[in-house]
């Protein structure tokens, strides 16, 4: 059977219940990232696949999920403490 009607028997489905393309074995991607949403952290937000999916906006490599939401400056100077020498 198929039971998603996505073209792919169930047996050779990866997302049996969900429809998708061929190319990501049946399953879905929701958020057009290119990685299909069982293999995708972040599926409803477009992301990098190095960080699996997950989106980076500042750029710097590390997915906004994971980064600090606050970033600590103890002199109050307006610079992290990461960045600042004098802190």
Not at 43 to 65: F, S
Request: glycine share 14%.
């Amino acid at each position: 059977p198929d039971t998603d009607g996505d073209g792919i028997q169930d047996s050779e489905d990866d997302c049996p219940l969900a429809a998708g393309p061929a190319e990501y074995n049946g399953c879905p991607d929701t958020d057009g990232d290119g990685l299909p949403d069982n293999k995708d952290r972040c599926p409803k937000e477009a992301g990098d696949k190095k960080l699996g999916g997950c989106p980076d906006a500042d750029g710097d490599g590390m997915d906004d999920d994971a980064e600090p939401t606050q970033e600590t400056d103890i002199d109050g100077d307006g610079n992290p403490n990461y960045l600042d020498i004098d802190s």
